[in-house]
């Protein structure tokens, strides 16, 4: 297996002049779809203990995903140290489940979106063989897309949603490893960079 994907991202201004084959999609177009996948959105939409949301206001931050990478170092440097984690671990699994809560909650119907946009999106989609996205929700399930990340609509075969929120990038490969589908998209997209 190649093992070309990785968190390096190159100035545009580099690329733009090459023909792809593949395009990577991120929680851009979600936004701009639908202003409620945006991180202060989704955290004022997701049900947190206080002593998690203390955690997000120290950090200054409604991202998730930087908050759970904090606390996953936090993890790390306990474990390090001799420590118990169970604490940082429970927050973890609170904070990661919160942010699923949230994207299920704010998940608007596919007919919600303009004629035009769905327009634009398949027009563009056609332009690629394959198309591959991080986002978490069902903007683009109707199209050719590859989850990376899971999703709301994806279940783990223990029937827990697949849902890849770790706050690193070696983390989320780990995760991504563990699980069939998100492995066999993530070696498609190796082979097709």
């Known amino acids: 297996m190649r093992t070309a994907v990785d968190d390096d991202l190159q100035d545009w201004r580099t ?5 792809w084959l593949t395009l990577l999609i991120g929680n851009g177009l979600s936004i701009n779809l639908w202003g409620d996948f945006a991180y202060p959105r989704l955290f004022d939409k997701a049900t947190l203990s206080a002593q ?5 206001a120290e950090l200054e931050t409604t991202d998730f995903e930087k908050t759970l990478e904090c606390l996953y170092h936090a993890r790390i440097v306990l474990e390090a140290l001799g420590q118990g984690t169970s604490q940082v671990d429970t927050v973890y699994a ?3 489940d919160a942010l699923f809560g949230a994207v299920a909650d704010v998940q608007a119907n596919w007919n919600r979106f ?8 398949a ?5 690629y063989r394959s198309t591959y996205t991080t986002n978490y929700d069902l903007c683009l399930y109707f199209a050719r897309i590859h989850y990376l990340h899971g999703g709301i609509h994806l279940w783990k075969s223990d029937k827990s949603q697949l849902f890849v929120s770790e706050g690193t990038f070696k983390a989320k490969i780990r995760t991504i490893q ?5 492995r066999s998209c993530l070696e498609s997209l190796a082979a097709n960079e």
Do not use: C, H
Request: avoid cysteine; glycine fraction near 0%.
């Open 15 to 19: 690329l733009d002049d090459r023909e």
């Open 52 to 56: 998690a949301k203390n955690i997000f």
């Open 94 to 96: 609170e904070v990661r």
């Open 114 to 121: 303009s004629t035009d946009a769905r327009t634009k999106i």
């Open 123 to 127: 027009e563009t989609l056609a332009k």
């Open 178 to 182: 563990r699980s069939p589908y998100p």
